[in-house]
């Protein structure tokens, strides 16, 4: 089995941004990014997939990563 490992942490610090500042730019709430952050999230709308890798220039691949368990 496998699960999802989310890279937002490592992704704000690179561009020197904010949960905030990041919630700011995609419409989501700072508790809904921070669940996504803390790899707790079940589910990720297409949309704010997009958003969020819009508004940190970067792709789904350096966002997400399927590691094994």
Known sequence: MSHVVCHLDEL????GMTLVELSER???TT???SVLK???AKAIRYSTLCAICDALDCSVG???EVVPD
């Open 12 to 15: 704000l610090v690179t561009h």
């Open 26 to 28: 995609v419409g989501v």
């Open 31 to 33: 508790v809904n990014l």
């Open 38 to 40: 803390n790899d707790r």
């Open 62 to 64: 350096e966002l997400l």
